[in-house]
């Protein structure tokens, strides 16, 4: 089965720009096709526009092309209503939005605005709002261990 789950910026950058091993567990998952990524058009704009920023690109010059990955990865949807939990941070509330309207199971980042919203996203929608490291803990299966054979 597929779980629907929606990433913000900045695990998109950690995926994209900065490798970052907190979120193998995740990758694993979209490889095997557990995890089936959502992102709206407006969530895609404000990657791009970020991969171009000079700072991102001092790190990793082709950081603009990667949004090519970034599209071969998601599925695109139209910007959801609101869906009546506040996000404290304005910028973040299209995130839990897109998560609730499309059912996601996870949304996944290291916002604490949104994280903030945990337990009502989950009482309310069903929607684990998590860290990566926190998506890597429940996460069903659980990961194999590269020590074993």
Same mark, same amino acid.
């Given at each position: 089965m597929t779980d629907p789950a929606v990433l913000d910026t900045n695990i998109w950058l950690d995926w994209l720009v900065f490798d970052d091993p907190g979120i193998t567990g995740l990758r694993a998952a979209v490889a &095997?096709? *557990? =995890?089936? !990524? !959502?992102? *709206?058009?407006?969530?895609?704009? $404000? !990657? $791009? *526009?970020?991969?171009? &920023?000079?700072? =991102?690109r001092t790190r990793l010059p082709e950081a603009p092309a990667r949004i090519a990955l970034f599209d071969s990865l998601v599925s695109i949807r139209d910007a959801a209503p609101p869906c009546r939990l506040v996000c404290t941070d304005p910028a973040d509330q299209a995130f839990i939005d897109l998560a609730c309207h499309h059912r996601a199971r996870w949304l996944i980042t290291k916002d604490r605005a949104l994280l903030r919203l945990a337990r009502a996203a989950r009482a309310r929608h069903a929607v684990a709002v998590l860290t990566p490291a926190g998506f890597a803990a429940a996460y069903n299966p659980p990961f194999p261990d590269p020590r074993e054979p």
């Open positions: &095997r096709g *557990s =995890i089936a !990524l !959502l992102a *709206s058009p407006w969530m895609r704009d $404000e !990657l $791009e *526009s970020v991969l171009a &920023r000079p700072l =991102i």
